[in-house]
């Protein structure tokens, strides 16, 4: 199979996925000859699908499911970023798990342009951090019996991210093992010392910058980028108000309608 076809194959994914998006709730097929082979065609799948509907990117996803394993991330889009209190509608998410995670925010341009800048020049970039819940979706009909390679192209899973209030940065707030908690509706889902599958979520964005320099695309200052769950993926069955807390940080909440 030539480079060109499996372009076109990665492009096809992409915007198959992008249509489901745009369609609120919906979960496709992927057929068998579109299926992604590898990441390197999950990422150009990733950009098929932001370019299908001209979608904005807002932020960035970014995790490792162990200490030192690979990292993967995803663009998210702009339109599916939400302040805290946000209203969510339940039915416009094929499928609805809810993450507690810690965002950091940049405080300068990273282009890909630009020259290359060391890891301790990304991690000083660090200006802000928050709490935040991402919504867990998929437009992957049978999902999660799906190939890796395609929930990646699906924005690594992605369905919205709602965002607390970002505070400075500081070295001092712990982000390996804070204490958290989420509530929903008044019961409490989580509560305790949460942990990171990455270990120190900070070790994820060096590699996000090398990605999207390697990706041509430009990281702006204020770019948010969330980094991994403090207390697994949670499948709420009822509706109402969804609350979170991270040690050190504002709290973060959404309504379920």
Request: overall charge negative.
């Amino acid at each position: 199979m030539t480079m060109t076809t499996q372009m076109d194959m990665a492009a096809q994914l992409g915007q198959l996925l992008g249509d489901a998006h745009a369609r609120k709730g919906a979960q496709v097929q992927v057929p068998a000859e579109l299926n992604a082979p590898d990441n390197a065609a999950a990422y150009r799948a990733q950009a098929a699908f932001l370019q299908r509907h001209r979608l904005d990117i807002g932020g960035w996803k970014i995790g490792a499911k162990s200490e030192d394993g690979p990292i993967q991330g995803a663009p998210l889009p702009r339109q599916g970023i939400h302040a805290s209190t946000a209203l969510l509608t339940r039915s416009d998410f094929p499928v609805f798990g809810i993450e507690l995670e810690i965002m950091f925010r940049f405080g300068r341009d990273f282009l890909p342009d630009a020259a290359r800048v060391s890891d301790d020049e990304v991690l000083a970039s660090i200006a802000g951090i928050a709490a935040s819940i991402e919504i867990v979706s998929s437009r992957l009909a049978g999902w999660p019996d799906v190939p890796k390679p395609n929930q990646l192209a699906d924005l690594q899973n992605h369905g919205a991210l709602v965002a607390g209030e970002f505070v400075p940065y500081r070295d001092d707030i712990d982000v390996r093992s804070p204490q958290a908690c989420l509530v929903l509706d008044g019961q409490v889902i989580f509560d305790g010392a949460g942990s990171n599958p990455a270990g120190d979520p900070r070790r994820l964005l060096p590699w996000l910058v090398r990605h999207c320099r390697e990706q041509k695309i430009a990281l702006p200052a204020g770019t948010v980028v969330t980094a991994g769950s403090y207390t697994g993926m949670v499948f709420p069955e009822a509706l109402g108000r969804v609350t979170g807390t991270i040690a050190g940080l504002p709290g973060v909440e959404l309504e379920i309608t």
